[in-house]
């Protein structure tokens, strides 16, 4: 291997380490790190010595700050959806840079590449600085520059952007759900891979002088993904194995029959087909590892208390219509949610109990009426927004971070609800700050965990939980938001009569702090036992509110859920 | 603009543009049942042409005319290869992505992704071995430039255009539409729909689940099939085994513009792409004939992904 291809190899693992930002600790399936490659290249030859004369170093940067631009516009519209309208908007880049290249080659130079006509030097009088960019040298900023970055997404990997990342990965609409802005995540590491692809476009492009278009067009990107996707779950020596055996593919495809750039398409197809393979295996095969030698957690204050006695209301809704189409599943209904109070939902099934949470919880925007936190409008639309405002829901259907340990989702829900300002770039640098926020956010997960019940289970692996643990865990995760109201629906279901004790005295004791509670539950006994105040809705309506003793002895109630009429 | 050009531009930019209306509702048809994005639609579309070559007129196909047996046989084998590739690329590169609820496996979206463009890279490179020149001029079975007897149509306003252009107009509308209303009105269109809603409860109900979304799959490659024979007849153009990326994403374009899941969105986002692309191409240069649709993809992703309908 020579000098050049060697710093060819270690400018490409460039590329490949942002992309396995994307696709390796985010999920999302990035298909065009080749067009932010491209940007890269063409964005230095064209601005820098040669072509507009711009200094090397301010052109290069340019040409990043325009590919992470444009990973962040692709990133805009594609992250407020599911994920893999990223795979379709990036492969049309992918390809638009490619058609683009080859469409104007007066610009681009056509299907024989832009050639940068400029010696390799870097010269400033102002530093005194003379340096010739030889092969060696671009082995050398290329290398530095990998191990930067590698040092730099294991250090992420460890901090509050690492529990971000598992919360994209693993589950993105449960991440919304604590309060965790996915789609500005989203864009923030697509922002990052492109910003990464640039640079090693235009260290390639001085390295070489030329960026031709077959060098960046939509087969590379393919082979980038496939690069990444090897390392599979590996850690940051996926993309090193993966960029090896790309270097190695273009001589196995030489030494094959027939057309060369043939082959090269088919090998890393066949390189896609094992890798999925290999996945799938792999999902059989691995039992979610046990985050074993983290620290345990330290002990910790009791989440405050509020004055007991006093109820005043946390959560108010007056007025709330939504409909289905023609159906009108809430109708003008009402509630109050008071600190301190248990408070339950109940009605026959499709009676909208599950529709009014979800307008509580701002998942839903109702066509009528007004849901006020604390006495006021929560700023913000959607359910991170009203995390922020003190009010967490969980879902109906567990659901469960499948990768990491209970102590680490429920620290995403920590992480969900407070959002200090630059906490990534602050971990990253290892202020006092982050290191205060960490063993705060580290506290209150062990307090969490005890108030749930869950701190003999902190560190399993969450298919080892019960179905009433992960019941447990779910009401966990909306607790360390710090919400101050809680919205339940049928946290009960699926649970032995143990375990719904054990919920039974949860629900009593976060009452007791001084939260709010909102319960959505068919058990009466459990209702009865556990609630301050019951709702009943009945088609929509709401038919009566009150004790639970009020509300049973209710001749509405007993008519609706009975089914007797006049 | 002149106005004689700018209707011979619109005109062509329709034709094409119905065609693509096929690509897209194959695209929304399969994104409406299983809720993927099928990636490697447009590399089908090609790949059932080349296969009628290929069986037809062997590994070194020249320009010819054929005659009424072989065409019918040609336009039959192709639609065949189309509605089997698909059938084959859902169920090897799709089916095994998405969500089971008998063994409560959960989607991976990821997993499908890169099936699909493996899937789509395959094809290419398979036929390029097989078939190694750029591009290659395909017959058209349906022998549209010989619609009127000069081989010419004659547009108000003086322009003219090759007869085949008003032909596959017509003939792509009408099955754009014959499909759309099929799928709406039968009984395998109310399958489809159930299970879109709701798989498990479709498949409570006694509807074949696994079996409508295969068929979901061979529909949307007849309809390649049938876009792919009105897309290479074209004597004036020839194909490569490269060309169905683009085209594909063309079909994409097309269907987010019309609203992901309509299927008339799907045909008339198909004849907006259409004439955008020609009267690009008829004003600024051929140069723009692929950017102007993927352009318009990269651009209608990063700002409108929901369409224009809503």
């Known amino acids: ?566 | 603009m002149d106005p004689g050009v700018l209707l011979q531009a619109v005109v062509s930019g329709l034709a094409t543009g119905a065609l693509l209306g096929l690509v897209a509702l194959g695209f929304t048809l399969v994104a409406g049942t299983v809720r993927v994005l099928h990636l490697a639609h447009g590399d089908v579309v090609v790949a059932a042409v080349f296969t009628g070559v290929l069986v037809v007129l062997g590994r070194t196909p020249v320009a010819t005319t054929l005659s009424a047996g072989p065409a019918v046989g040609f336009a039959l084998l192709v639609l065949a290869a189309g509605a089997a590739l698909s059938a084959a690329v859902g169920w090897l590169a799709v089916r095994p992505h998405l969500p089971d609820v008998t063994t409560g496996r959960s989607g991976d979206a990821l997993g499908w992704v890169a099936a699909l463009v493996a899937a789509g890279l395959l094809l290419r490179e398979l036929l390029g071995l097989l078939l190694p020149e750029q591009a290659y001029a395909v017959p058209d079975p349906f022998r549209l430039d010989a619609i009127t007897g000069s081989g010419v149509f004659s547009l108000p306003g003086g322009g003219t255009l090759p007869a085949r252009v008003p032909a596959v107009l017509l003939l792509g509308v009408a099955i754009g539409v014959a499909a759309e209303r099929l799928l709406v009105r039968s009984r395998f269109g109310k399958a489809l729909r159930a299970v879109a809603d709701d798989p498990d409860a479709a498949a409570l109900c006694g509807i074949p689940a696994r079996r409508v979304v295969l068929l979901a799959f061979v529909a949307a490659g007849l309809l390649a099939g049938f876009a792919g024979l009105l897309y290479a007849g074209d004597p004036g153009r020839t194909i490569g085994v490269d060309d169905g990326v683009v085209l594909g994403l063309a079909g994409i374009a097309a269907a987010l513009l019309g609203g992901l899941g309509s299927l008339r969105g799907a045909l008339v986002g198909g004849l907006v792409v259409g004439v955008a692309q020609s009267i690009a191409v008829t004003q600024l240069g051929a140069e723009y004939a692929d950017v102007v649709p993927l352009g318009l993809l990269v651009v209608l992703l990063a700002l409108r992904p929901q369409g224009l309908r809503r």
Not at chain 1, 182 to 210: E, K, P
Not at chain 1, 513 to 531: F, I, K, P, Q, T
């Open chain 1, 1 to 566: 291997m020579t000098t050049v291809e060697l710093a060819q190899a270690l400018w490409l693992l460039v590329a490949a380490l942002g992309l396995s930002l994307s696709v390796q600790y985010a999920g999302l399936p990035v298909l065009g790190q080749g067009a932010f490659v491209a940007v890269g290249g063409v964005g230095t030859a064209l601005l820098g010595p040669g072509g507009a004369g711009w200094p090397l170093g301010l052109a290069a940067l340019a040409a990043v700050v325009v590919a992470g631009g444009l990973g962040h516009l692709v990133a805009f519209g594609a992250s407020r959806l599911e994920g893999a309208y990223l795979a379709l908007a990036t492969w049309a880049l992918a390809w638009l840079a490619y058609r683009l290249m080859l469409a104007f080659p007066s610009t681009f130079g056509g299907a024989q590449g832009l050639v940068r006509r400029a010696p390799a030097h870097v010269v400033s009088p102002a530093l005194g600085l003379d340096v010739r960019l030889t092969p060696a040298v671009h082995v050398g900023l290329a290398a530095v520059t990998c191990v930067v970055v590698i040092l730099a997404v294991i250090r992420l990997d460890k901090g509050p952007a690492g529990l971000d990342l598992a919360a994209l990965r693993e589950g993105p609409e449960l991440a919304a759900s604590l309060g965790v802005p996915v789609a500005a995540h989203r864009r923030a590491v697509l922002t990052a891979t492109a910003s990464l692809g640039a640079v090693s476009g235009a260290g390639t492009v001085v390295l070489l002088g030329l960026v031709a278009p077959a060098d960046v067009s939509p087969l590379l990107s393919l082979q980038l993904f496939v690069a990444v996707l090897l390392g599979g779950a590996a850690g940051w020596w996926g993309p090193v194995l993966g960029v090896a055996l790309l270097t190695v593919l273009p001589h196995v495809a030489d030494a094959l029959p027939g057309d060369a750039e043939r082959a090269r398409g088919v090998l890393t197809a066949v390189l896609l087909v094992v890798v999925l393979v290999i996945r799938r295996v792999l999902s059989r095969v691995r039992v979610a590892v046990p985050d074993v030698g983290r620290e345990r957690p330290v002990p910790a204050p009791h989440v405050p208390h509020d004055v007991a006695g006093t109820h005043p209301v946390l959560l108010e809704a007056s007025g709330i219509t939504a409909s289905y189409g023609a159906v009108r599943a809430v109708d003008e209904a009402a509630i109050e949610l008071r600190a301190g109070q248990v408070h339950a939902l109940i009605g026959p099934n499709g009676s909208g109990k599950s529709t009014l949470i979800k307008v509580l919880a701002g998942e839903l925007v109702p066509d009528a009426g007004a849901v006020l936190v604390g006495g006021r409008a929560p700023t913000g639309r959607g359910p991170a927004a009203r995390v922020l405002a003190g009010v967490a829901a969980t879902p109906q259907r567990t659901v469960l971070l499948a990768g990491s340990a209970p102590e680490r989702q429920v620290a995403v829900g920590v992480r969900g609800g407070t959002r200090p300002r630059h906490a990534v770039l602050r971990h990253l640098l290892g202020t006092p700050s982050s290191r205060l926020a960490e063993r705060r956010s580290r506290a209150l997960v062990a307090a969490v965990l005890r108030e749930t019940r869950l701190s003999a289970v902190a560190g399993v692996s969450p298919t080892e939980l019960t179905v009433g643990e992960q019941r447990l865990l779910q009401i966990a995760r909306a607790l360390a938001t710090g919400a101050r109201v809680l919205l339940l629906d049928e946290p009960a279901a699926g649970m032995s009569a143990d375990e719904r004790a054990t919920l039974r005295h949860v629900l009593r004791r976060l009452a007791g702090n001084g939260l709010a509670v909102l319960v959505v539950e068919h058990d009466m006994r459990l209702v009865n036992a556990v609630a301050d105040r019951v709702t009943v809705l009945d088609a929509g309506r709401v038919i009566a509110v009150g004790r639970p003793a009020e509300v049973r002895a209710s001749p509405d109630v007993q008519r609706a859920y009975l089914g007797v009429t006049g």
